[in-house]
T-cell receptor
């Protein structure tokens, strides 16, 4: 079965500090991995994705994520957090072999403290 | 290019009624997916349409249905509403819904069932 786990419901970080939002996944085939961000009363906004190639993926607004096949993880990172990064973050996976639906995690609420 | 649009943005219904939500994808996108978002559950996949055909379906009761028109616009219908159907309903579009394509989300329709 395919699934995504975001083990932390809430992450707090001080402004200027590095941030990490964790994601682990389970798929039977090759994983296609995505990160989205959701601001209040808005839809999801695409941040970055891993399909193939370099394990370190760079995305919008200074975010990056590292694909780790052995640990089946795709953690989202940013070197220096901004207050405006406070939002709800979703990790998603799609099985690259079957091409079926996206599976989303339950989301991690990030709060950057000024 | 205009983004994904959803109408209406807000709806209040009572138990037992039915509701129809509309989604217009990004121009040129032929795949439309629907998700239900509730606190603590994250995004639950409802169904995906491509070229007017339902291609994938999530684990929701038959009260939830959808369709896609020749211009790729999509509607979803929920009949015999229950209190538990209160949620944010998100629509996402992509070119063909294939593999590593990014899904782009609309702002959502917030449904409240009283």
């Amino acid at each position: 079965a395919q699934s995504v786990a975001q083990p932390e419901d809430q992450v707090n970080v001080a402004e200027g500090n590095p941030l990490t939002v964790k994601c682990t996944y389970s798929v039977s085939g090759n994983p296609y991995l995505f990160w989205y961000v959701q601001y209040p009363n808005r839809g999801l906004q695409f941040l970055l994705k891993y399909i193939t190639g370099d394990n370190l993926v760079k995305g919008s607004y200074g975010f990056e994520a590292e694909f780790n096949k052995s640990q089946t993880s795709f953690h989202l990172k940013k070197p220096s957090a901004l207050v405006s990064d406070s939002a709800l973050y979703f990790c998603a996976v799609r099985d690259g072999d079957t091409g079926n639906q996206f599976y989303f995690g339950t989301g991690t609420s990030l709060t950057v403290i000024p | 290019k205009a983004g994904v649009t959803q109408t209406p943005r807000y709806l209040i219904k009572t138990r037992g009624q039915q509701v129809t939500l509309s989604c217009s994808p990004i121009s040129g996108h032929r795949s439309v997916s629907w998700y239900q978002q509730t606190p603590g559950q994250g995004l639950q996949f409802l169904f995906e349409y491509f070229s007017e055909t339902q291609r994938n379906k999530g684990n929701f009761p038959g009260r939830f249905s959808g369709r896609q028109f020749s211009n790729s616009r999509s509607e979803m219908n929920v009949s015999t509403l229950e209190l538990g159907d209160s949620a944010l309903y998100l629509c996402a579009s992509s070119l063909r819904g294939a593999g590593g394509e990014t899904q782009y989300f609309g702002p959502g329709t917030r449904l409240l069932v009283l």
